[in-house]
T-cell receptor, first 117, second 115 residues
Framework: AQTVTQSQPEMSVQEAETVTLSCTYD???????LFWYKQPPSRQMILVIR??????QNATENRFSVNFQKAAKSFSLKISDSQLGDTAMYFC??????????????FGTGTRLQVTL | DTGVSQDPRHKITKRGQNVTFRCDPI?????LYWYRQTLGQGPEFLTY????????KSRLLSDRFSAERPKGSFSTLEIQRTEQGDSAMYLC?????????????FGEGSWLTVV
C-alpha cells in the first residue's frame, strides 16, 4: 500500500513571495505518478501539476514547479509570485502506473495555504 | 461541458435514513470514481467504474453503501441506514481513456450531515 505524508498542516505566505509545500511518500512501486491538487474554499479539487516518476525532469506549470527526488521519495511544490487566488488547501497525491487497476489516487492530509497582503 | 456535477450539494438527514447522491461526469469520460473526504483529511477512494462496470471497491465501502452506473453515464451512491460516522463530503470524479495518469476531474462534492 502507498502512503502520502504532508507534514505542514498550515502555511502562510505574503503576496508575490515564494512558498514551498512538502510531500513525502512511501511505495514499493517503480512506475507511478505524483500530483498536486488544489482545493479552494469552494471545494472543487483542481489539478495543479503532475509528475511522471520515470521522468527525471521536474514538472513546471507557469508559477508552479515541483522538486521531485525519487530516491528520497520527496515531491515538493513551489509556488512563485504567490497570488491571493492561491489561497486553498493543497493535496499531494500518488497514483500507480498500472493499466490493470483503477487509476485511483492516494492523498495526503493536505496543507492549508493562506496568501496574505 | 460544465465539468463533473453532483447533486445535492448538501444533505442533512436523520440517523437511520437512506440518502442517495447523483454524479454526472464529464461527457465521454468512461471512468468514474467516488471518494469520501472528512474534515481535515484528504479524500479516500471508495469505488470506481469503467463504463457501467464497477471494477473496484474499497474496504471503506460497507454493505450499507451501494453505487451504480447503469448506462455508463451518470452514477448514484446510496447510503442505507445512515450513521453519524457517515458524515463527510462525497466526491465524484471522472477521467477518460485507458491510459493511467490521465487527469482526474473532480466535482464540487456532496456534503452529508447525519444528525
Amino acid at each position: 500500500a502507498q502512503t502520502v505524508t504532508q507534514s505542514q498542516p498550515e502555511m502562510s505566505v505574503q503576496e508575490a513571495e515564494t512558498v514551498t509545500l512538502s510531500c513525502t511518500y512511501d511505495t514499493s512501486e517503480s512506475n507511478y505518478y505524483l500530483f498536486w491538487y488544489k482545493q479552494p474554499p469552494s471545494r472543487q479539487m483542481i489539478l495543479v501539476i503532475r509528475q511522471e516518476a520515470y521522468k527525471q525532469q521536474n514538472a513546471t506549470e507557469n508559477r508552479f514547479s515541483v522538486n521531485f527526488q525519487k530516491a528520497a521519495k520527496s515531491f515538493s511544490l513551489k509556488i512563485s509570485d504567490s497570488q491571493l487566488g492561491d489561497t486553498a488547501m493543497y493535496f499531494c497525491a500518488f497514483m500507480k502506473r498500472d493499466t490493470g487497476t483503477a487509476s485511483k489516487l492516494t492523498f495526503g492530509t493536505g496543507t492549508r495555504l493562506q496568501v496574505t497582503l | 461541458d460544465t465539468g463533473v456535477s453532483q447533486d445535492p450539494r448538501h444533505k442533512i438527514t436523520k440517523r437511520g435514513q437512506n440518502v442517495t447522491f447523483r454524479c454526472d461526469p464529464i461527457s465521454e469520460h468512461n471512468r468514474l470514481y467516488w471518494y469520501r473526504q472528512t474534515l481535515g483529511q484528504g479524500p479516500e477512494f471508495l469505488t470506481y467504474f469503467q463504463n457501467e462496470a464497477q471494477l473496484e471497491k474499497s474496504r471503506l465501502l460497507s454493505d450499507r453503501f451501494s453505487a451504480e452506473r447503469p448506462k455508463g453515464s451518470f452514477s448514484t451512491l446510496e447510503i442505507q441506514r445512515t450513521e453519524q460516522g457517515d458524515s463527510a463530503m462525497y466526491l465524484c470524479a471522472s477521467s477518460e481513456g485507458q491510459v493511467p495518469g490521465n487527469t482526474i476531474y473532480f466535482g464540487e462534492g456532496s456534503w452529508l450531515t447525519v444528525v
